[in-house]
């Protein structure tokens, strides 16, 4: 786990989101320009232990472990709002 502005970043290899919940994911994508950097965000459902999940189907999952790091949505938007920074 890393912290960055009080926000907790958790390595997708050591540790799963424990709720449904939407979550930031950050990943480094390698492209014909050379390597860059991804922020997504995604719904994280417990019952099917992946990413962007159909209410009654696993069809549409995605694996987190294709991804680097993740944090709870609400703490990565927290910063900004402490910073003074509001999103509609």
């Avoid at 965000?41 to 696993?58: F, G, P, V």
Wanted: contains cysteine.
């Amino acid at each position: 786990m890393k912290q960055i502005n009080k926000v907790k970043w958790y390595k997708t290899t050591e540790r799963k989101p424990n709720r449904d919940c939407y979550v930031i994911l950050l990943n480094y994508v390698i492209e014909g320009c050379g390597v860059c950097r991804s922020i997504t965000e995604l719904k994280w459902s417990m019952k099917y232990q992946a990413l962007n999940c159909n209410e009654n189907d696993r069809e549409t999952a995605i694996e987190l472990g294709i991804y680097e790091y993740w944090c709870y949505v609400d703490d990565f938007y927290k910063q900004f709002e402490r910073a003074g920074i509001y999103a509609v």
